[in-house]
């Protein structure tokens, strides 16, 4: 990961001078921006007046999973090219995916009665309170002027990081997923995320009908997978971004990431049809192979972790010096992670903040880290595995049980 960024550095830092590079193609793209929501009334005006105000063609799409709080009624506040889709119990809440595909009449009515090519039709998903960079409709135009591109994956970032937990999570999206889509780049294998993920119309229909979302709890991977199934193309953007609300509590975050686990178990159906896919890559293969494997390694290591430490501290219990001598160390050593990709998030966000790239002023907050700041941050992005251990174990579990609901994380 770390050669591959320093190899594309400078290609970054070009790209960025032309941030907003004038776009010829503005008009010739029609999006469809899908919102899932369920209780967003918090956040929803906020995304959509952003939206709004975002040049080019393009209808909203609300879809509304029965919510019980005002929504509905934020979003019917504002005026513009909004369309709204409501779910009603029992058809409604039965996973993201189901919520993502009850919009596509709603698309294809859009495009009959606009007459609209599907060529130059692009459906996008946003979190509810996802909020795209100013420049992403122009480099979206761009990535989508080859016609080989059949889907786009924008860079992620959180707003306003001001709590150590929150800017874990920044480092987290915006240097080591940003880093992990570098590589995947490389091996041609760009996964999308849950927000930002942007597709063609008229291949990806083609290739995986009008319900294209499967129903596992991480359904982006789920619909990166089909799509390499299929053959298509996935490109990754890192000069625009989209942002999104990070976490304020340690139980939602473990919450959350049980539920990102348990998806990911869901994937395994797809291991067979991967394996023997003659369109599937070797390196997307073998990507795919890291993926499905990465929790059992992960649970593998911290159980190792904690049978070894034990042993190490009964096997040198009349040596105390020596035990603290070689914790020390071992402490100092786990650092260089941490260290390192605190480094990159700095220089990023100094990188973006001189390119006009910042949403919001309190988005580059950590461009100027104070020490103790700086330190807390190396620790838990180097101890991290300690709190996340517990979502594995949870997704495990409900597994084991047979709990298969989606548990929305709800908002700060």
């Not at 967003?40 to 209808?59: A, D, H």
């Not at 979206?140 to 937990?165: C, E, S, T, Y």
């Not at 041609?188 to 596992?216: H, Y």
Request: charged letters at 20%; aromatic letters at 12%; glycine letters at 4%.
């Amino acid at each position: 990961m770390f050669y591959i960024y320093v190899k594309q550095h400078k290609r970054f830092v070009e790209k960025l001078k032309n941030a907003y590079q004038p776009d010829p193609d503005k008009d010739n793209f029609f999006y469809f921006m899908l919102l899932p929501c369920l209780n967003e009334g918090k956040v929803i005006q906020t995304s959509l007046k952003r939206l709004l105000k975002l040049k080019g063609q393009k209808e909203i799409i609300v879809i509304d999973d029965d919510s019980i709080d005002d929504t509905i009624l934020q979003a019917k506040r504002l005026k513009g090219p909004i369309a709204i889709v409501q779910r009603k119990l029992p058809n409604a809440r039965t996973g993201k995916g189901d919520a993502l595909n009850s919009a596509v009449p709603t698309i294809q009515k859009i495009m009959r009665n606009k007459k609209l090519d599907p060529k130059n039709c692009i459906v996008g998903v946003l979190d509810a309170d996802g909020i795209l960079s100013s420049n992403s409709i122009c480099k979206l135009n761009q990535g989508f002027r080859d016609p080989n591109v059949d889907a786009i994956q924008l860079r992620v970032k959180m707003q306003h990081p001001k709590k150590i937990l929150q800017t874990f999570q920044d480092i987290e999206f915006f240097v080591i997923n940003h880093l992990i889509q570098l590589t995947r780049t490389y091996l041609k294998a760009v996964a999308l995320c849950g927000n930002g993920q942007f597709f063609r119309v008229s291949s990806v229909f083609k290739a995986l009908g009008t319900t294209p979302w499967g129903n596992a709890l991480l359904e982006d991977y789920e619909l990166t997978l089909r799509m390499e199934l299929h053959g298509l193309k996935i490109k990754y953007i890192d000069e625009a971004y989209v942002e999104q609300e990070a976490l304020l509590s340690v139980k939602k975050l473990i919450k959350q990431r049980a539920r990102w686990a348990q998806g990911g178990w869901n994937c395994w159906k797809y291991l067979k049809p991967i394996t023997f896919s003659k369109k599937v890559t070797l390196s997307q293969k073998f990507d795919t192979y890291f993926f499905f494997i990465q929790p059992l390694i992960n649970i593998f290591a911290d159980f190792s972790i904690i049978y070894l430490t034990i042993k190490f501290i009964l096997h040198y219990i009349y040596n105390p010096k020596f035990i603290l001598t070689i914790f020390i160390l071992m402490l100092i050593s786990s650092f260089f992670f941490g260290t390192i990709f605190t480094i990159i998030y700095i220089r990023e966000l100094k990188l973006t903040d001189k390119a006009n790239l910042t949403i919001h002023a309190s988005d580059v907050i950590n461009e100027k880290f104070h020490v103790r700041r700086a330190l807390l941050s190396i620790g838990l992005i180097s101890y991290i595995y300690i709190v996340l251990f517990f979502s594995l174990i949870i997704s495990g579990y409900h597994l084991l049980v047979g709990h298969t609901s989606w548990d929305k994380t709800q908002r700060n």
